[in-house]
């Protein structure tokens, strides 16, 4: 049991047992981190740019860290953590897009998953990896087997396979290929008996944005596609109807772009210099990537002049430059630089962030919206993809602000589309709306192998 507080070695204070600490630190020699600096700074991810999280992301610290080598080890751990009702965090790259997923809340141990990050032969075209590889290491590794990935997160220098797929949804790619989840032809998890479950396609659907709560994900067999050189094509317009018009056009004719994307003049301007070209002071980017085999320069160059745009790129871009355009601001080097420029002028201020999922055609009354109210200057982008054979859009709007401003923010936009809550570490309040049958599956899953509530405990009620 979790028991009065005692001192480590350092002096550093935490709520586990003297000697249940010695017990993990007897299993995972070197690789157990009682330090304080490491404790705090590893309970965290992307929490801080949200300022409901202000309060949390000081208090809730984790007891221990521990990094685990091998499927062996997880799985003693979980059995111990078990039996003794401590809280298990697992955490991958600690950028998900579920920001607030990997605060330990209820303290417990931390279990940082990177050392296990093997890449597996590719079997036709499906990968398996561990749980700990970041996106990145993974790309590389399947490109220079000639194969690609269909889709990755913005962040895919630092997120890692697991924590996109258990925390992740719509990522680089899913114009074609929809969610993550849609592309996980199997996923290995341990649950906190200690039984290592393999979940095969739509069973996987249980563990996939489940944050870490039904058990810890090591190994996902992802889906690939063959690698082929892409086209990025861009093209910018005055007119928000206009960009409307156009995307909606793609939409209906089906397209067979891979990527296809929106960005305000705010936001284009960051990726200029990766892409050669300059932004249209008010206007609007449409962004597509695609094989180029598939011949589609004139059909978008058609698309763009016929609803009064023009060309701004058109060709063959290296997939280094290209993977950093699609990322944006997850990706971009200047993302740092801003968000310190907003600390250094107001603390209290964020570079808030905020999501909402729609039919495609609904929403572009809310990118309207956006220009009722006083956000300054906002960074606005709009990602088209399909979930199960419908297409959906995904709006996100970064601007500067503090805790009022999120509220207004959120008022302001209620009940128009589906939410999707960055700023809460609920799932129900991330995938309710939308898929409320995935979330009473997975409800039922993490009633089934997690009765102890081990798991990332408040994050799925039950
Ligand atoms: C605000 C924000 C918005 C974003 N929006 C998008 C977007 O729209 N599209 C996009 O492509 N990318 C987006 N990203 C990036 C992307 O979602 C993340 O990089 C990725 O999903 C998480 O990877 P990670 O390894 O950093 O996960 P982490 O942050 O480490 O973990 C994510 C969650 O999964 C759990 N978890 C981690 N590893 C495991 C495991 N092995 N087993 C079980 N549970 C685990 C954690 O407990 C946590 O709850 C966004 C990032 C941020 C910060």
């Given at each position: ?20 600490l ?10 157990t ?30 007891d ?28 991958g ?15 417990g ?49 630092l ?10 949804s ?9 969610l ?13 008996s ?47 109807s206009?960009?409307?018009d ?33 932004s ?8 597509a990537?695609y ?10 160059r058609r ?8 060309i ?7 997939r ?66 399909w ?30 589309g ?7 570490y ?37």
């Amino acid at each position: 049991m979790m028991s009065s507080q005692v001192r480590d070695d350092t002096g550093v204070r935490t709520s586990l047992d003297r000697d249940l600490l010695n017990e993990i630190e007897k299993n995972f020699k070197g690789r157990t981190y009682l330090d304080e600096w490491v404790r705090r700074k590893l309970s965290t991810d992307w929490a801080w740019i949200s300022p409901a999280f202000s309060g949390l992301v000081e208090s809730a610290v984790a007891d221990v860290v521990v990094f685990p080598r091998n499927v062996k080890e997880v799985i003693w751990l979980l059995r111990f953590a078990d039996s003794h009702g401590i809280p298990i965090i697992p955490r991958g790259g600690g950028t998900g897009n579920n920001v607030g997923g990997v605060l330990p809340i209820r303290g417990g141990i931390l279990l940082d998953m990177r050392l296990m990050n093997n890449v597996g032969d590719i079997d036709g075209s499906t990968v398996k990896v561990e749980a700990g590889c970041r996106f990145g290491t993974l790309m590389q590794r399947v490109r220079s087997r000639g194969m690609d990935l269909r889709v990755y997160p913005t962040s895919y220098p630092l997120a890692t396979v697991g924590g996109f797929v258990a925390g992740g949804s719509r990522g680089i790619g899913s114009y074609e290929y929809g969610l993550i989840w849609d592309n996980v032809d199997s996923v290995k998890l341990v649950t906190p008996s200690g039984e290592v479950v393999v979940l095969q396609t739509e069973e996987a659907d249980v563990v996939t944005h489940s944050m870490g709560t039904v058990g810890v994900v090591v190994e996902v067999g992802l889906r690939l596609r063959p690698l082929s050189e892409h086209v990025l094509a861009e093209g910018s317009l005055y007119e928000l109807s206009s960009v409307a018009d156009l995307v909606d056009r793609f939409i209906e004719e089906r397209v067979e772009f891979w990527h296809l994307m929106v960005r305000n003049s705010g936001y284009s301007r960051l990726t200029d210099d990766f892409m050669g070209s300059s932004s249209l002071r008010d206007g609007w980017k449409v962004i597509a990537a695609y094989p180029s085999g598939r011949g589609l320069v004139d059909v978008f160059r058609r698309g763009v002049e016929r609803f009064g745009g023009r060309i701004s790129h058109m060709g063959v871009m290296d997939r280094a430059s290209m993977d950093r355009v699609l990322s944006g601001v997850f990706g971009l080097p200047q993302t740092p630089y801003i968000i310190r420029h907003i600390k250094s002028r107001d603390p209290r201020k964020h570079l808030l962030y905020l999501v909402l999922y729609h039919h495609h055609n609904r929403v572009w009354e809310v990118v309207e919206g956006v220009s009722e109210i006083e956000v300054g200057e906002p960074l606005i982008e709009v990602n088209l993809f399909w979930i199960r054979g419908a297409p959906y859009a995904h709006f996100g709007l970064f601007v500067e602000g503090d805790i009022e401003k999120l509220e207004e923010l959120r008022k302001r936009f209620a009940g128009i589309g589906y939410k999707f809550d960055l700023h809460s570490y609920q799932i129900s309040d991330r995938l309710g709306e939308l898929f409320p049958e995935k979330l009473r599956a997975m409800r039922d899953f993490k009633r089934k192998v997690d009765p102890n509530d081990v798991m990332n405990p408040g994050k799925l009620g039950v």
